[in-house]
């Protein structure tokens, strides 16, 4: 903890002051010549330097353009939104109302149907160009009305993009269908019975599971401008599972051991059984939005739902802490093999320690994990297959920017995921330093 200040603004969590553009980045290793398209990180970076929580900082996007075994450029922007504009802004105003278009647009960034869009669980999406620049807010011509996840599922089967907004107003609960050309085409309200934090939701083939896990709204927390969540012994635990077409008459929920997932690795259709895996704590946030003493402990848990019998099965994978799980884009809603995570160790003082990345391997039940040596922090990996690669396979590459707090320096990272302990294929080295961010996308020129 230095300076006194909270460690969301210490370290490389620290936010950077400028917007950086630079050209031909010099690289360690050779870039796949697969590989063309963007390598796009959304993360909090507050323009004032200060914010209240590391979730609430305006959202800034670090690129790197990928070319023909180049890295052609490297660009951070702020997602321009009102609240940039101004950090006193406030999202609701004095008779309700809320503004979806005050958003921090921090969490994730997407491509979707030939759009980029950044992403923030409050509010709408909203859309950038390929040159990281702000195009502006989408509510889908005007049929979305609630908050948009920053975490929907894109459908490798179909195209289509299934969503949803969470609301500390009624309604609490609203599922969205975007269809593969970007249309959103069903909206349901779902009945949950308060108004929980909902980052994640999961999808199957056939389903969309609803994860209402007790970290309820908390109005004095609200007051104090901070997250306004916390953790309820009440309010127990369940996940949802409806047809993906279906309405709020068809959820069956599914009562669980109380806990709170703020990211799923995947869930996938069984015969008759959803099967769910997660980055699971047993709890979190007693006091509202504390993230100072890290995240708890978080580790990978298996939830099997049966629909026939109605009966949960729950088991911990694996021990060691486990976050910003993810899947190659072709598997999710699909059973898979492999899975990515960054190890996560709490550093001495509190705060949030990112070590290192995890490989899962369901088939042989083994996690590997890659070290990345004293003070090289990591962020979320993200998996692009090789050209041509087996379906399910490990056959590509893990795009993820480090840092090292020793040369201050930032690297994007990539790494060869069948050699998952080898040498990286490529260390593009980066003009400034990257803070640590949230979640980020692989989109192909193909996008
Ligand atoms: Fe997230």
Same mark, same amino acid.
């Not at 909270?6 to 400028?18: E, M, W, Y």
């Not at 069903?186 to 019975?193: A, F, G, L, T």
């Not at 598997?331 to 509190?350: I, L, M, S, T």
């Given at each position: 903890? =230095?300076? =006194?200040?909270?460690?969301?603004?210490?370290?490389?969590?620290?936010?950077?002051?400028?917007?950086?553009?630079?050209?031909?980045?010099?690289?360690?290793?050779?870039?796949?010549?697969?590989?063309?398209?963007?390598?796009?990180?959304?993360?909090?970076?507050?323009?004032?330097?200060?914010?209240?929580?590391?979730?609430?900082?305006?959202?800034?996007?670090? =690129?790197? @353009?990928?070319?023909?075994?180049?890295?052609?450029?490297?660009?951070?922007?702020?997602?321009?939104?009102?609240?940039?504009?101004?950090?006193?802004?406030?999202?609701?105003?004095?008779?309700?109302?809320?503004?979806?278009?005050?958003?921090?647009?921090?969490?994730?960034?997407?491509?979707?149907?030939?759009?980029?869009?950044?992403?923030?669980? #409050?509010?709408?999406?909203?859309?950038?160009?390929?040159?990281? *620049?702000?195009?502006?807010?989408?509510? &889908?011509?005007?049929?979305?009305?609630?908050?948009?996840?920053?975490?929907?599922?894109?459908?490798?089967?179909?195209?289509?993009?299934?969503? /949803?907004?969470?609301?500390?107003?009624?309604?609490?609960?609203?599922?969205?269908?975007? %269809?593969?050309?970007?249309?959103?085409?069903?909206?349901?309200?779902?009945?949950?019975?308060?108004?929980?934090?909902?980052?994640?939701? !999961?999808?199957?083939?056939?389903?969309?599971?609803?994860?209402?896990?007790?970290?309820?709204?908390?109005?004095?927390?609200?007051? @104090?401008?901070?997250?306004?969540?916390?953790?309820?012994?009440?309010?127990?635990? @369940?996940?949802?599972? !409806?047809?993906?077409?279906?309405?709020?008459?068809?959820?069956?929920? &599914?009562?669980?051991?109380?806990?709170?997932?703020?990211?799923?690795?995947?869930?996938?259709?069984?015969?008759?059984?959803?099967? &769910?895996?997660?980055?699971?704590?047993?709890?979190?946030?007693?006091?509202?939005?504390?993230?100072?003493?890290?995240?708890?402990?978080?580790?990978?848990? @298996?939830?099997?739902?049966?629909?026939?019998?109605?009966?949960?099965?729950?088991?911990?994978?694996?021990?060691?802490? !486990? *976050? /910003?799980?993810?899947?190659?884009?072709?598997?999710?809603?699909?059973?898979?093999?492999?899975?990515?995570?960054?190890?996560?160790?709490?550093?001495?003082?509190?705060?949030?320690?990112? =070590?290192?990345?995890?490989?899962?391997?369901?088939?042989?039940?083994?996690? *590997?994990?890659?070290? $990345?040596?004293?003070?090289?922090?990591?962020?979320?990996?993200?998996?692009?297959?090789?050209?041509?690669?087996?379906?399910? %396979?490990?056959?590509?590459? $893990?795009?993820?920017?480090?840092?090292?707090?020793?040369?201050?320096? %930032?690297?994007?990272?990539?790494?060869?995921?069948?050699?998952?302990?080898?040498?990286?294929?490529?260390?593009?080295?980066?003009?400034?330093?990257?803070? &640590? #961010?949230?979640?980020?996308?692989?989109?192909?020129?193909?996008?």
């Amino acid at each position: 903890m =230095g300076d =006194g200040k909270p460690f969301h603004l210490n370290g490389n969590f620290a936010p950077v002051q400028d917007e950086v553009s630079a050209e031909n980045l010099e690289v360690e290793g050779a870039i796949p010549p697969g590989l063309q398209g963007l390598y796009l990180r959304n993360g909090a970076n507050p323009v004032t330097g200060h914010s209240e929580h590391w979730f609430l900082g305006h959202g800034m996007v670090h =690129g790197v @353009r990928l070319e023909a075994g180049n890295a052609a450029w490297y660009k951070n922007r702020y997602v321009r939104t009102p609240f940039l504009d101004n950090p006193e802004i406030q999202r609701i105003s004095p008779e309700g109302q809320v503004d979806r278009q005050v958003s921090a647009a921090n969490t994730h960034v997407i491509g979707h149907h030939g759009k980029i869009l950044a992403l923030e669980e #409050g509010s709408f999406p909203c859309e950038l160009d390929g040159q990281l *620049e702000t195009v502006g807010f989408t509510d &889908f011509g005007g049929r979305l009305d609630t908050a948009f996840t920053a975490h929907p599922k894109i459908c490798p089967v179909t195209g289509e993009m299934l969503a /949803f907004g969470y609301s500390w107003n009624s309604p609490h609960l609203v599922y969205h269908r975007v %269809s593969p050309e970007g249309e959103l085409v069903q909206s349901e309200e779902i009945s949950v019975p308060g108004p929980t934090m909902m980052h994640d939701f !999961m999808v199957t083939e056939k389903y969309a599971l609803f994860l209402d896990l007790p970290v309820v709204f908390d109005i004095e927390a609200a007051m @104090r401008g901070t997250m306004p969540y916390k953790w309820s012994d009440d309010y127990g635990a @369940r996940v949802g599972i !409806m047809p993906r077409t279906g309405n709020d008459a068809d959820v069956r929920w &599914f009562e669980v051991e109380p806990c709170y997932v703020f990211h799923g690795l995947n869930a996938w259709d069984e015969g008759d059984t959803v099967v &769910f895996d997660a980055c699971r704590m047993s709890e979190i946030w007693r006091e509202a939005g504390d993230l100072a003493g890290g995240t708890g402990h978080s580790t990978l848990h @298996r939830f099997s739902f049966d629909l026939s019998s109605g009966v949960t099965k729950e088991e911990t994978l694996e021990d060691r802490g !486990m *976050e /910003f799980p993810r899947v190659a884009d072709e598997r999710v809603g699909q059973k898979n093999r492999f899975g990515y995570a960054v190890n996560v160790k709490a550093p001495e003082g509190g705060g949030l320690g990112f =070590g290192g990345y995890c490989k899962i391997d369901n088939d042989k039940g083994t996690v *590997e994990t890659r070290d $990345l040596g004293e003070g090289v922090g990591a962020g979320e990996a993200v998996f692009v297959p090789a050209e041509g690669a087996n379906a399910d %396979s490990d056959e590509g590459w $893990l795009l993820s920017y480090i840092h090292d707090d020793r040369s201050g320096a %930032s690297e994007l990272l990539i790494v060869d995921a069948t050699d998952f302990t080898g040498k990286p294929a490529a260390r593009v080295k980066l003009p400034q330093r990257v803070p &640590f #961010g949230f979640h980020g996308s692989w989109v192909p020129d193909s996008n």
